[in-house]
C-alpha cells in the first residue's frame, strides 16, 4: 500500500517563501502523476499544481501566478513544491496526492482520480 508523508510546512511572513516535500513509500512505487492540493480553514479542499511522473509536464491553478513551482525526484519518490510570495490567505493544509499508474493523467484537477492522500502539512502565513 502506498503511503504518502508531507513536510516542510511552517509559520511564513506574507512575502516569504517555503518549500514543501513528500514522499511516496510502501513497496514498488509507480504512478500517473502527482499533485499539490490545500484546504484553508473554512473552504473545500482545492487543487494547486500537479506534475506527470517521468515525464515532468506540469500544470498550475490559476492563482499561482508563477509563484508557485511543482518539481519532482522520481528516482527518491518525492514530489516538491517551493512556494515564493505567499499571501496570508493561502493559510492552509497542503495536501500531496498521487494517481493509480493506470489512471489516464489527465483531470488531475479533480480530487477522486487521485488515489492516495497524504496526511497534510500546515501552512501558516502571517500578515
Known amino acids: 500500500q502506498v503511503q504518502l508523508a508531507e513536510s516542510g510546512g511552517g509559520l511564513v511572513q506574507a512575502g516569504g517563501s517555503l518549500r514543501l516535500s513528500c514522499v511516496a513509500s510502501?513497496?514498488?512505487?509507480?504512478?500517473?502523476?502527482m499533485a499539490w492540493f490545500r484546504r484553508a480553514p473554512g473552504k473545500e479542499r482545492e487543487f494547486v499544481a500537479f506534475?506527470?511522473?517521468?515525464?515532468?509536464?506540469?500544470a498550475y491553478a490559476d492563482f499561482v501566478k508563477g509563484r508557485f513551482t511543482i518539481s519532482s525526484d522520481n528516482a527518491k519518490n518525492m514530489v516538491f513544491l517551493q512556494m515564493d510570495s505567499l499571501e496570508p490567505e493561502e493559510t492552509a493544509v497542503y495536501y500531496c496526492?498521487?494517481?493509480?499508474?493506470?489512471?489516464?493523467?489527465?483531470?488531475?484537477?479533480?480530487?477522486?482520480?487521485?488515489?492516495?492522500w497524504g496526511q497534510g502539512t500546515q501552512v501558516t502565513v502571517s500578515s
Open positions: 496526492a498521487a494517481k493509480d499508474p493506470r489512471r489516464y493523467w489527465r483531470n488531475y484537477v479533480s480530487q477522486p482520480e487521485y488515489n492516495y
Open positions: 510502501g513497496g514498488t512505487f509507480s504512478t500517473a502523476g
Open positions: 506534475i506527470r511522473w517521468n515525464v515532468d509536464s506540469t
